[in-house]
């Protein structure tokens, strides 16, 4: 299975194993999740595993790219949960990682996304709307409030994920620190066009898998399915 427009198998793999090692390092187990998988003429299922090995969750990303949202979780695992499905998928699993299942909270994610009618892409003022607000809202942590530079700046198809360091137990207070965070944002840099996404801050989220297809609604000219991708990294990732 290939997406349409997709690079070519190789180089696919090579951007989506990329993608997935900002969110995990080599030898650390994660889920993979994909949804609204085609199942006959009027179903979709979902489809999920848990992986250590980058390369060979990268290959099974790339087999349903294009047909299916691909997502992996933000955060590290506790040990054991692996064993449900091991570095393998399971067609519509009767589980996936909940909240506490998670052992500590080693991303922050800011989804910037635009004010749209749910199951659509953006259009392409929103698409660029968003990647303005996300240099906007860089900056400003970085130059005013002394954040270190994000892990990575994605384009998520249809807006913009930044992506920073955590150290964080998987606890309650935790959880209110990410939300109130969240919130903040919210309250500086949210606008009629493009919002911080408030509902990011559970610990078992998953998020798009960069070099892959996002697929939301039927591609249209003014709302096209585009390939997330990493748009700004530091230097010597």
Not at 68 to 76: H, I, P, R, W
Not at 90 to 104: C, F, M, R, V, Y
Not at 152 to 176: C, F, K, M, Q, T
Not at 218 to 229: M, Q, Y
């Amino acid at each position: 299975m290939t997406a349409p427009g997709a690079p070519d198998d190789a180089a696919r793999v090579a951007a989506i194993r990329h993608g997935l090692s900002l969110y995990h390092a080599p030898g650390e187990f994660f889920e993979l999740r994909f949804l609204d998988v085609p199942n006959g003429k009027w179903k979709a299922k979902t489809v999920a595993g848990y992986f250590n090995d980058l390369d060979l969750a990268a290959k099974v990303a790339a087999q349903y790219d294009g047909h299916g949202q691909c997502y992996v979780t933000l955060n590290s695992l506790k040990p054991g949960i692996e064993s449900r499905y091991f570095n393998r998928v399971e067609e519509n699993p009767k589980i996936t990682t909940g909240d506490n299942e998670i052992a500590h909270r080693r991303r922050l994610l800011i989804d910037l996304d635009a004010r749209r009618p749910s199951g659509i892409s953006a259009d392409d003022a929103q698409h660029e709307a968003a990647k303005a607000k996300a240099r906007v809202i860089f900056q400003s942590l970085r130059d005013e409030h002394g954040w270190s530079n994000p892990l990575a700046v994605i384009d998520s198809g249809n807006g913009v994920h930044i992506l920073y360091a955590l150290d964080l137990p998987n606890d309650n207070e935790a959880r209110d620190i990410v939300k109130h965070t969240l919130e903040s944002l919210d309250h500086r840099f949210s606008d009629d066009v493009i919002q911080v996404d408030l509902t990011v801050f559970n610990a078992a989220r998953i998020v798009k898998i960069p070099g892959t297809l996002a697929m939301k609604g039927d591609p249209t000219p003014e709302r096209p399915h585009r390939r997330s991708r990493i748009l700004w990294q530091p230097e010597g990732r």
